[in-house]
């Protein structure tokens, strides 16, 4: 199976940038997508960024466009979210997610990495 593993979180202050990891094992060539998703307490699971595997194109939840960027490194089969402006509203778990071809939707997570912004 598909394993994922989130690294990088932590506690920062508003305004400060954080740079989160996601390295996975047993990928194939069957990966179409790695993705960032969040969950705050009390809220329901949020879209926050999503990639490509084989092209590289991206796509952002509205919340954090111009704010956030993913990226990815295929040949180390990991993939990065860097945050920067961080605002207290970004304060979450952050997870790690993949959706192989022929998935309707993202069907392998990781763990989670919390992120705490203080204001």
């Known amino acids: 199976q598909v394993q994922l593993v989130e690294s990088g979180g932590g506690l920062v202050q508003a305004g400060d940038s954080l740079r989160l990891s996601c390295t996975a094992s047993?990928?194939?060539?069957?990966?179409?997508?790695m993705g960032w998703f969040r969950q705050a307490p009390g809220k329901e699971r949020e879209f926050v960024a999503g990639?490509?595997?084989?092209?590289?194109?991206?796509y952002y939840g509205d919340s954090v466009k111009g704010r956030f960027t993913i990226s990815r490194d295929n040949a180390k089969n990991t993939v990065y979210l860097q945050m920067s402006s961080l605002k207290s509203e970004d304060t979450a778990v952050y997870y790690c997610a993949a959706r192989l071809i022929g998935m309707s939707e993202y069907g392998y997570w990781g763990q989670g990495t919390q992120v705490t912004v203080s204001s």
């Open positions: 990639i490509s595997w084989s092209v590289g194109s991206t």
């Open positions: 047993r990928l194939t060539s069957r990966t179409h997508y």
